[in-house]
């Protein structure tokens, strides 16, 4: 493929354009490059970096998207994350909890379907101790032993980490939200620390569990320089899965009234972060179908690799409610995944149901 010119029209080197073509050869950028790529993008640079992630992934994935079942166990949050719909401030918040066996039938339903990762996300609800949540994953997995568990519970103690582990759970996704302390702490409450959530990655990573990391796009303070430190982390962590989304504002926390993030930078970073970890599993996230109608879709073109369908029964969808109008169907599960399907097939993508693992060898 051709380079595209490294020259502007002053004819100068051009930082943007050196640093793209150093992130295609060698998957590595120092934090100034980073920050000099997402300042000076263009949209050549966009479309180059582009066709160079969805090459590498065909290289390794083909066309294949793998599909996660997402069961939203609570909304009950212990926590008060300043951006977070489901705070614990927000008295406007209709809360909800399933029950193990609601979980479980979820959890049924979606095996029919084809799922065979599911993913269990919630506030930190008190009520999933270890010896409930153990109790779930376990039976889960007694009856589905060829399937994958991921939870996505917030942050537990070691002790817990091991002990979810051990009945079961096979990957564990913990946003680090932002990679910078200072910006941490303008988006979450005092007795939260970021030093707790990079422990809690760290050890999560020790354990023995597939983990998965990521960041708002756009959420309130973040500078260029806070995404350079994303992608860096990023880059030296290697997580197995990445999830990143716009940020979106609820309209029942104190940024009710900041702008959302775009789709036009996730979607830009999607394919940054693909040529960093070109096997990393990629979201196409809820939050940038929300933003944009054709935001899953984009999200696909520009390297993700995996979308992740929501199992939770219909009546508590509209309850898990993070940010404002964040897209959710009154259809049956399997009404969604056929359709689901076909917006894939539409784009030149086929969905699998297999477990969807990290690829650590190229396809042969
Ligand atoms: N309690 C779990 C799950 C949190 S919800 C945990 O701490 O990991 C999952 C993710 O939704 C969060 O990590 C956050 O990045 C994202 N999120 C929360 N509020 C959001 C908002 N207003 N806009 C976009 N994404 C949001």
């Known amino acids: 493929m051709e380079k595209i010119k490294n020259e502007n029209a002053a004819g100068a080197a051009d930082p943007a354009f ?35 992630a969805v090459k590498l992934r065909k290289e390794i994935y083909g066309n294949a998207i793998f599909i996660r079942g997402l069961i939203e166990v609570s909304n009950i949050c212990r926590n008060d994350c300043l951006y977070c719909g489901i705070r614990r401030s927000n008295r406007n918040c209709d ?31 008190p009520f999933f101790s270890d010896d409930v949540l153990c109790g779930i994953v376990s039976e889960f997995k007694k009856r589905h032993p060829d399937c994958a568990v991921t939870l996505s519970m917030g942050e537990r103690s070691r002790e817990s980490y091991e002990r979810l582990h051990a009945a079961g759970a096979d990957r564990y996704l913990l946003r680090h939200e932002t990679a910078d302390p200072v ?35 756009g959420s309130p303070y973040q500078t260029v320089m806070n995404l350079a430190k994303d992608l860096k982390f990023i ?4 997580p ?7 940020f979106i504002p609820h309209k029942d926390t104190p940024f009710k009234d900041e702008p959302a993030g775009t789709a036009e930078l996730t979607c830009f970073l999607l394919s940054v972060i693909r040529l960093i970890h070109p ?13 944009d109608p054709f935001g899953r879709e984009n999200g696909i073109l520009s390297g ?30 399997a009404q969604r995944v056929a359709r689901l399907k076909e917006r894939m097939e539409a784009i030149g993508y086929e969905i699998v149901t297999d477990r969807g693992d990290i690829r650590r060898a190229p396809l042969s």
């Open 240 to 246: 197995d899965m990445c999830g990143i989304g716009p």
């Open 18 to 52: 050196a640093a793209a073509e150093k992130l295609i050869r060698t998957h590595s950028l120092s934090v100034p490059e980073y920050a000099a790529l997402i300042e000076g993008r263009t949209p050549d640079i966009t479309e180059r970096l582009k066709k160079e």
């Open 235 to 238: 880059e030296e962590f290697r």
């Open 95 to 125: 809360r909800y909890r399933l029950t193990r066996d609601e979980i479980l039938s979820c959890a049924e339903e979606g095996y029919g379907l084809g799922f065979r990762t599911f993913v269990m996300q919630g506030g930190e609800d």
């Open 304 to 333: 993700a690799n995996v979308v992740m369908p929501n199992l939770s029964p219909v009546s508590v969808r509209k309850k898990y409610e993070l940010y404002n109008n964040k897209i959710y169907s009154d259809a049956e599960s």
């Open 279 to 291: 096997r990393v599993l990629l979201p196409s996230t809820t939050a940038l179908g929300t933003i």
């Open 183 to 217: 910006h941490y702490g303008k988006l979450h409450p005092k007795e939260m620390s970021f030093e707790n959530r990079m422990n809690c990655l760290r050890q999560l990573r020790e354990i023995g569990y597939q983990v998965g990391c990521g960041m708002m796009v």
